[in-house]
T-cell receptor
Framework: DTEVTQTPKHLVMGMTNKKSLKCEQH?????MYWYKQKAKKPPELMFV???????INESVPSRFSPECPNSSLLNLHLHALQPEDSALYLC??????????????FGPGTRLTVT | SQQGEEDPQALSIQEGENATMNCSYK?????LQWYRQNSGRGLVHLIL?????REKHSGRLRVTLDTSKKSSSLLITASRAADTASYFC????????FGKGITLSVRP
């Protein structure tokens, strides 16, 4: 199984809502990532987890809160978002963070719209 | 800041032709990767070339890396309509950083 799954596919939320994005992989990968991608732009790294511990936080606002409950699951909790946070949120995984084996597998993404 | 800068930004070719995309980057890297993205969905890893490698092949893909010029190229031979997508180069040094991307259109 070389698939990364993400739910939901689409999400519309108001600025006062709390919602969560979910990501799952069963490839035994120990590194997992959240990226944000705006239309016609490249993905931008938000968070990196390595062995279930937060390894990199790219100065993301606290209204985004990541969580890695176990080695297969990655969540992104959303609260008090702004309309400019509307984007495609991509989850990815890789075997480890080792520099020579950094091939990443991406999920299909969650299209988030903040109203 | 973005590491990679692809060239051209958009490319339109006829099915069966070869497509060449270039990527330049600014600082040291451990490896360089190319990804494909269809219609704003998830990215698919195409090929990885390490900093001590100069050329790599995978099926219809050929990638080169010139670390002295800080540049890479991706060649897709005998293109198909299904190759229509956005292509990103991404450099890895402690984290993966994507270039702006190239939109490839392959006309049937």
């Amino acid at each position: 199984d070389t698939e990364v799954t993400q739910t939901p596919k689409h999400l519309v939320m108001g600025m006062t809502n709390k919602k969560s994005l979910k990501c799952e992989q069963h490839m035994g990968h120990r590194a997992m990532y959240w990226y944000k991608q705006k239309a016609k732009k490249p993905p931008e790294l938000m968070f990196v987890y390595s062995y279930e511990k937060l390894s990199i936080n790219e100065s993301v606002p606290s209204r985004f809160s990541p969580e890695c409950p176990n080695s297969s699951l990655l969540n992104l909790h959303l609260h008090a978002l702004q309309p400019e946070d509307s984007a495609l949120y991509l989850c990815a995984s890789s075997q480890t963070l080792l520099q020579g084996t950094a091939e990443q597998y991406f999920g299909p993404g969650t299209r988030l719209t903040v109203t | 800041s973005q590491q990679g800068e692809e060239d051209p930004q958009a490319l339109s070719i006829q099915e069966g032709e070869n497509a060449t995309m270039n990527c330049s980057y600014k600082t040291s890297i451990n490896n360089l990767q190319w990804y494909r993205q269809n219609s704003g969905r998830g990215l698919v890893h195409l090929i990885l070339i390490r900093s001590n490698e100069r050329e790599k092949h995978s099926g219809r893909l050929r990638v080169t890396l010139d670390t002295s010029k800080k540049s890479s190229s991706l060649l897709i031979t005998a293109s198909r309509a299904a190759d229509t997508a956005s292509y990103f180069c991404a450099t890895f040094y402690s984290k993966l950083t994507f270039g702006k991307g190239i939109t490839l259109s392959v006309r049937p």
